[in-house]
């Protein structure tokens, strides 16, 4: 059965619960890596990406930071993508749950990331401490207060742009989700259709921009019910 999704139904994941079982967050890790991989996803992030290099100088250092990294899987993307390129980009994963930041560090084997266990709502970084703050797949997690805290501390901490890549909430993106995931783990399967259901219209998403006060980014629906936020200073 269907949930109502004419509003966000925001409740905590399985995943990010603290006593969550290991074993199943690691697995669940796993899957979403697959995901990520089959569908492509981290072309949604790595496409603004491009767009934002066609300004930047021949070997100018390049710093990201990717908020809530999971296990850093979209700080490698980029990281690939810049080497084919020639960029000198230099990230930092931060994500604030023990088990899932310990994975990142688990399977971090890149000079050029390195990982902080921290708060993405509390950040321990100075004003424009990076070029470009990104996000994928947190937001969601947030309330709308929240949400704007977050879009107010990337904003804070970027000396050029930001990019919020998340989910849009859709009927047929429910029905999508739970049939894919049929066969997945317990957590999986329980925490992807929650993600469908406390995800974003397009209109909350720009409602959301303006009360944070980025309204130098931009919304762009990506493949398979995904959006991108993200702009330039």
């Given at each position: 059965?269907?949930?109502?999704?004419?509003?966000?139904?925001?409740?905590?994941?399985?995943?990010?619960?603290?006593?969550?079982?290991?074993?199943?967050?690691a697995k669940s890790l796993r899957?979403?890596?697959?995901?990520?991989?089959?569908?492509?996803?981290?072309?949604?992030?790595?496409?603004?990406?491009?767009?934002?290099?066609?300004?930047?100088?021949?070997?100018?250092?390049?710093?990201?930071?990717?908020?809530?990294?999971?296990?850093?899987?979209?700080?490698?993307?980029?990281?690939?993508?810049?080497?084919?390129?020639?960029?000198?980009?230099?990230?930092?994963?931060?994500?604030?749950?023990?088990?899932?930041?310990?994975?990142?560090?688990?399977?971090?084997?890149?000079?050029?990331?390195?990982?902080?266990?921290?708060?993405?709502?509390?950040?321990?970084?100075?004003?424009?401490?990076?070029?470009?703050?990104?996000?994928?797949?947190?937001?969601?997690?947030?309330?709308?207060?929240?949400?704007?805290?977050?879009?107010?501390?990337?904003?804070?901490i970027a000396r050029r742009g930001?990019?919020?890549?998340?989910?849009?909430?859709?009927?047929?993106?429910?029905?999508?989700?739970?049939?894919?995931?049929?066969?997945?783990?317990?957590?999986?399967?329980?925490?992807?259709?929650?993600?469908?259901?406390?995800?974003?219209?397009?209109?909350?998403?720009?409602?959301?921009?303006?009360?944070?006060?980025?309204?130098?980014?931009?919304?762009?629906?990506?493949?398979?019910?995904?959006?991108?936020?993200?702009?330039?200073?």
């Amino acid at each position: 059965m269907i949930p109502d999704l004419t509003h966000r139904n925001c409740k905590e994941e399985w995943m990010d619960e603290p006593d969550a079982d290991p074993r199943l967050v690691a697995k669940s890790l796993r899957y979403i890596r697959v995901i990520n991989r089959i569908f492509r996803y981290t072309q949604a992030t790595l496409s603004h990406l491009e767009q934002f290099s066609q300004r930047w100088k021949p070997g100018e250092r390049i710093s990201i930071v990717d908020l809530a990294t999971g296990s850093a899987d979209i700080p490698r993307a980029i990281l690939k993508w810049a080497n084919r390129r020639g960029f000198d980009v230099h990230v930092v994963g931060v994500d604030r749950h023990p088990i899932i930041s310990h994975e990142a560090l688990d399977r971090h084997h890149e000079s050029r990331l390195t990982i902080v266990r921290a708060d993405a709502l509390d950040l321990p970084f100075a004003d424009r401490s990076f070029d470009y703050v990104i996000t994928n797949m947190f937001t969601h997690h947030l309330d709308d207060d929240a949400v704007v805290q977050l879009l107010r501390q990337m904003d804070r901490i970027a000396r050029r742009g930001i990019v919020m890549a998340d989910l849009e909430r859709d009927r047929r993106a429910y029905r999508w989700i739970s049939l894919f995931t049929l066969l997945a783990n317990p957590m999986v399967r329980h925490d992807a259709r929650v993600s469908v259901a406390q995800a974003f219209t397009r209109d909350e998403v720009l409602q959301l921009r303006d009360r944070a006060g980025v309204g130098y980014t931009h919304y762009h629906p990506h493949f398979a019910y995904r959006f991108v936020l993200a702009g330039e200073k």
